[in-house]
């Protein structure tokens, strides 16, 4: 399979923020795992960060319309909880769509709890740091 990994705003920042939260491994650790484990697999993946909802809606529409992706893993991070521009375009793409959040939302702050991109994603995962990437990959591969 060809995943794409979307990461969402302030994952830049991964490994140096809230390391009580999110731990110390950087974004350039994490994708090095994933892709050491789609290796493994024989799996490909491409890996793409933005701060800019726009610019993650134009990722996911040129996923679409290039056909290059057989699923997509996002962890799309504060834009979960009120972006319909992002809800919209998940909706718009008949690419299959993991949500995936390192941090377990839930027993976070309680407007973490609601995510306006669940309904129209094939499934969420969270709370393994970033194995919650890696899960979301297994699952989506059954």
Same mark, same amino acid.
């Given at each position: 399979m060809k995943f794409l990994v979307i990461n969402g705003v302030n /994952? @830049? /920042?991964?490994? /140096?923020r809230e390391q009580s939260v999110y731990g110390t491994e950087t974004l350039?650790?994490?994708?090095?795992?994933i892709a050491a484990f789609c290796e493994?697999?024989?799996? @490909? $993946?491409?890996? %793409?960060?933005?701060n800019i909802e726009g610019e993650l809606v134009n990722k996911l529409h040129e996923a679409f319309l290039n056909k290059s992706f057989d699923a997509?893993? /996002? @962890?799309a991070g504060a834009f979960t909880h009120y972006s319909y521009a992002l809800r919209d375009a998940i909706a718009?793409?008949?690419i299959p769509v993991a949500e995936v959040h390192m941090s377990n939302v839930h027993a976070r702050?309680? %407007?973490r709890n609601t995510s306006v991109l669940?309904? $129209?994603c094939k499934g969420v995962i969270c709370g393994f740091g970033a194995n919650s990437y890696i899960a979301a990959m297994v699952a989506l591969k059954q």
């Open positions: /994952l @830049n /920042l991964t490994g /140096l350039a650790d994490i994708h090095k795992k493994n697999a024989g799996d @490909n $993946v491409e890996f %793409f960060q933005s997509i893993v /996002l @962890n718009a793409i008949d702050e309680a %407007f669940s309904s $129209v």
